[in-house]
């Protein structure tokens, strides 16, 4: 498949463990955020958003933790499996500006060992 | 499947050639955004188009162009390519101007030769 990065950083886990991703985000104006899962020859596809008055969410064994006060979000996987195998990006954004653009991290390579 | 579609899925050209894109967002969606994914670059926010009109630019260079139809369809166009704009080309959805979850088509693949 195709590679979206030859220097990413590299997590790798085995199956059943839980994962945490973590993503450092570069405006503090920013208020939305969102992560995506890219696996290799697709296009991103959304996991799970938060917006800044919230610290925590919670979707379908994923959770998002998002730290203003150091600019941090985090990704959490309960339960990995082979297929959550990617490349995972965080992506901030000012929902209360003009403009829609998200501005994406430089993503991090989940490996799953069965 | 996200219900963006794109076309060409792959493309090869030469260098100083023109080529376009084509994007389909979702039914009901009025913003198409593009990105350029490229391996030293990451995703870079490219252009947005809201109901036809654009809503804003980000790293596009002046020889790339978008436009989006009356039917909600988006076109960006590439011209005088270099090697180095060889990379993956994403379209993406959402339903309003400003962000909400943005919704990625498959991507065309462009290689410069």
């Known amino acids: 498949g195709e590679s979206v990065g030859l220097h990413l950083p590299t997590l790798s886990v085995q199956e059943g463990d839980n994962s945490i991703i973590n993503c450092a985000y570069s405006?503090?104006?920013?208020?939305?955020f969102i992560w995506y899962k890219q696996e290799s020859g697709k296009g991103p596809q959304f996991i799970i958003d938060?917006?800044?008055?919230?610290d925590k969410r919670q979707g379908q064994r994923v959770t998002v933790l998002l730290n203003k006060t150091v600019k941090h979000l985090s990704l959490q996987i309960a339960a990995t499996q082979p297929g959550d195998s990617a490349v995972y990006f965080c992506?901030?954004?000012?929902?209360?500006?003009?403009?829609?653009?998200?501005?994406f991290g430089k993503g991090t390579k989940l490996s799953v060992k069965p | 499947d996200s219900g963006v579609t794109q076309t060409p899925k792959h493309l090869i050209t030469a260098t100083g050639q023109r080529v376009t894109l084509r994007c389909s967002p979702r039914?009901?969606?009025?913003?198409v955004y593009w990105y350029q994914q490229s391996l030293d670059q990451g995703l870079q926010f490219l252009i947005q188009?809201?109901?036809?009109?654009?809503?804003a630019k980000g790293n596009i260079l002046e020889r790339f162009s978008a436009q989006q139809f009356p039917d909600l369809h988006s076109e960006l166009n590439l011209s005088s390519l270099e090697l180095g704009d060889s990379a993956l080309y994403f379209c993406?959805?959402?339903?309003?101007?400003?962000?909400?979850?943005?919704?990625f088509g498959p991507g065309t693949r462009l290689t410069v030769t």
């Open positions: 039914s009901g969606d009025l913003s």
């Open positions: 938060i917006r800044s008055n919230m």
């Open positions: 993406a959805s959402s339903v309003g101007g400003i962000t909400y979850e943005q919704y």
């Open positions: 992506a901030e954004s000012y929902y209360g500006g003009s403009q829609g653009n998200l501005i």
């Open positions: 405006n503090s104006a920013s208020d939305y």
């Open positions: 188009y809201y109901n036809g009109e654009e809503r």
